[in-house]
């Protein structure tokens, strides 16, 4: 009975993690179109606020909190590029977003994506994981 329990939780965090990733990719995405550049650098902040939310909810903090939070970090970062890649088709093409990302389809959008990642891209999306990964290791503190 606690093994299925234990198995249910750790689903449970690992759906959780990924659509936390995914939103955080959408906000970071909106704010890119807002200040119409590239931000690499809000993976540091979109990192540590994962691993804020993956630490207070996965018990006890540690090496599976330190990956649910650096595997979402990397899923927005991920899902950012493909967000702007499906941004930039759909208003080359005149088409709506989700009209054009369901045309274009996951292997174009990643393709986009890849091609247009710098290695400032790379550095800060791997800088956000090590924070995030660094943040959900730690235990929280006693107050």
């Not at 630490?55 to 006890?60: D, H, I, S």
């Not at 909190?65 to 991920?78: I, N, Q, R, V």
Request: hydrophobic residues 65%; positive net charge; charged residues 10%.
């Amino acid at each position: 009975m606690s093994s299925v329990r234990t198995v249910s939780l750790s689903v449970f965090a690992l759906f959780s993690a990924a659509m936390l990733g995914l939103a955080a990719g959408a906000v970071w995405m909106v704010a890119t179109l807002y200040l119409r550049q590239p931000l690499p650098w809000l993976a540091l902040p979109v990192g540590a606020l994962l691993a804020w939310i993956v630490r207070a909810c996965v018990r006890p903090a540690g090496i599976g909190a330190a990956l649910l939070a650096a595997c979402g970090t990397l899923l927005a970062a991920l899902y950012v590029n493909m967000l702007i890649a499906g941004v930039l088709i759909a208003g080359n093409m005149g088409m709506g977003l989700i009209d054009a990302m369901h045309t274009a389809g996951f292997g174009m959008l990643w393709q986009l994506a890849r091609m247009a990642l710098s290695p400032a891209d790379l550095g800060c999306a791997v800088l956000g994981m090590l924070l995030a990964a660094w943040l959900a290791w730690r235990k929280p503190r006693r107050r």
